[in-house]
């Protein structure tokens, strides 16, 4: 039987293993860290669950496909509900803007509580989607580093749609020409953190993100977003994927131009295929270094990192839902104070989740288990102790500023992740949450490519071609899969 060994459990990583357990393979993944799952895990804090890293959950298909090639029964393993809501938007003028999913409620929202027309965001969402629809075919589902993407019938379709594309401006520009308010272009331009970028450099072909969370939807996984690794891992082990945990690959030797062997930590492994889940400058960093290094790819700048406290909170807020954002009074200063002075503006915009809204069990009775972000900048040997201090103090005040209490009397419970914490838990450089940002206009093709000059070695994962993210990690799963084919 052929063999393949996948360097790491995030959820590409995992992705991959099921994959080419179907192909024939018989696949071990090697993960460095005690538990599965990379970024995509959970903490417990006394009696409340929080999920570490991930918790916007769209595009359920690339999971339900997954199941469906495996001919398991998703049911049996994952259970997902759509939300209704998919946001709450908070402003410091006392503007609360509530993103339903129903686009009926949307709209009388937004033309309730802005005065303004619904119409340029109904046009916007309907572009949302014809970008998408064009570019996913090139740009998500296949290698951009392969010439037979280039003779697909599907690239004709995406050529067309460039002059609709926004691709020479950027986000903030194509928000600014589009929609009719500026909390909306606020709200839109938010969408470029998906990837960890920033809405005034990266191009305006971001603005297809939304299509995702507000056409198609957002979704809740019913036990929490850490069941995905879960019910991933339990999926791959009934197909005869071999999990090793609590070893780390620290070299692969090369002979006649193939990975003979990967050296770890606790041994020596063969087989016929390497896939590399862990996060790619790190990887030639550390057990590629011996290997060509593309320089170009590597020295893109890194996405945005985020300082997280989990707080348990011993009250209930009614006026909020899964996902909350208190938005910055100054969103472009803010961007710049992350991409351009590497440092965190005192007035940041606040991300809160709160999975207990949805999953009783996440909290105890009376409380609620809250998941607090801003976006930073990636490491560049911060002080992250002090800087860490001093946004808890800035949050809090936003926090009380715009909910009009004093969130500290509640909380009970706190933990943290700041840069250099999910440094040393994921092994991404510099804590990036999403590999390499996009904010220069050709950062889709300094990506690293899902193969490599080896012939069996291959790249998966958030900091790789497509992209960081849960869908785009699932997205570079199948990619390799296929070039392995
Ligand atoms: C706080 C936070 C919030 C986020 N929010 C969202 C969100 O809302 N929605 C969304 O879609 N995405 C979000 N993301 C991004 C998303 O989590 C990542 O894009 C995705 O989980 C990355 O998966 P991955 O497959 O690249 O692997 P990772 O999760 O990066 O895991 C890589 C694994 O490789 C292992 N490894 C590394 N080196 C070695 C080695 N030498 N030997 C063995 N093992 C090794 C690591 O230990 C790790 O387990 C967020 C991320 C964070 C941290």
Redesign the pocket.
Same mark, same amino acid.
């Given at each position: 039987m052929k063999t393949a060994i996948v360097?790491? =459990?995030?959820?590409? $990583?995992?992705?991959t293993s099921i994959r080419l357990q179907l192909k024939g393979y018989q696949t071990t993944v !090697?993960?460095? @860290?005690s #538990? &599965?799952?990379?970024? &995509?895990?959970e903490i417990q804090l006394g009696n409340f669950r929080f999920d /570490?890293?991930?918790?916007?959950?769209?595009s359920p298909n690339l999971i339900e496909e997954l199941f469906h090639i495996s001919k398991k029964n998703m049911t049996d393993y994952f259970d997902y509900e759509t939300c209704d809501i998919s946001c709450n938007y908070f402003f410091d003028d006392k503007t609360h803007l509530t993103f339903y999913a129903d686009k009926q409620k949307l709209k009388n929202e937004i033309e309730s509580k802005l005065n303004v027309s619904f119409k340029p965001l109904e046009k916007y969402l309907k572009l949302s989607e014809y970008k998408y629809e064009a570019t996913k075919p090139i740009f998500l589902e296949k290698s951009l580093h392969k010439t037979s993407t280039y003779f697909s019938k599907k690239l004709i379709k995406c050529i067309q749609a460039i002059p609709k594309l926004n691709l020479f401006e950027s986000l903030d520009k194509t928000n600014n020409k589009a929609l009719n308010h500026p909390k909306l272009i606020q709200i839109f331009n938010r969408y470029a953190t #998906?990837n960890g970028s920033s809405p005034y450099l990266a191009s305006g072909i971001l603005s297809l993100i939304p299509h995702l969370e507000l056409n198609q939807g957002s979704f809740f996984p019913k036990s929490g977003?850490h069941s995905i690794t879960k019910a991933l891992t339990k999926l791959a082990t009934d197909l005869g994927v071999q999990f090793i945990t609590n *070893?780390? %690959?620290?070299e692969l030797t090369k002979k006649d131009e193939i990975i003979h062997s990967v050296k770890?930590n606790n041994g020596e492994y063969q087989a016929d295929i390497i896939v590399c @889940? /862990?996060?790619v400058k790190? /990887?030639y960093d550390?057990?590629l270094n011996k290997f060509n290094k593309p320089y170009k790819i590597l020295e893109q700048e890194r996405s945005s990192?985020?300082i *997280?406290f989990y707080w348990g909170i011993n009250k209930k807020f009614s006026n909020l839902d899964l996902h909350n954002i208190l938005f910055s009074s100054n969103y472009k200063e803010e961007f710049n104070h992350i991409f351009n002075l590497k440092s965190i503006y005192f007035d940041p915009t606040v991300y809160i989740?709160i999975t207990s809204k949805k999953n009783k069990d996440d909290a105890p009775e009376n409380a609620e288990n809250w998941?607090v972000?801003v976006n930073v900048p990636s490491d560049e040997n911060h002080n992250w102790e002090e800087i860490r201090l001093i946004t808890r103090k800035n949050i809090i005040n936003k926090i009380n500023k715009v909910l009009d209490t004093n969130i500290e009397d509640y909380i009970i419970e706190e933990d943290y &992740?700041d840069p250099t914490r *999910?440094q040393i838990?994921?092994? =991404?450089a510099g804590?990036a !949450? #999403?590999?390499s940002s996009s904010n220069s206009r050709n950062a889709a093709f300094f990506r690293h490519p899902n193969f490599s000059e080896i012939k069996n070695l291959f790249f %998966? $994962?958030?900091?790789?071609h497509p992209? $960081? $993210? *849960?869908?785009?990690?699932l997205n =570079? /799963?199948k990619i390799a899969t296929e070039l392995i084919d």
């Open positions: 360097i790491g =459990s995030g959820v590409a $990583g995992i992705a !090697l993960e460095k @860290n #538990y &599965l799952g990379g970024k &995509l895990t /570490a890293g991930p918790s916007l959950f769209t #998906y977003m *070893i780390s %690959v620290n770890t @889940n /862990a996060d790190t /990887a550390t057990f990192s985020g *997280i989740n998941f972000m &992740l *999910i838990r994921t092994s =991404s804590g !949450l #999403y590999g %998966v $994962g958030g900091s790789v992209g $960081g $993210g *849960i869908p785009l990690c =570079s /799963a």
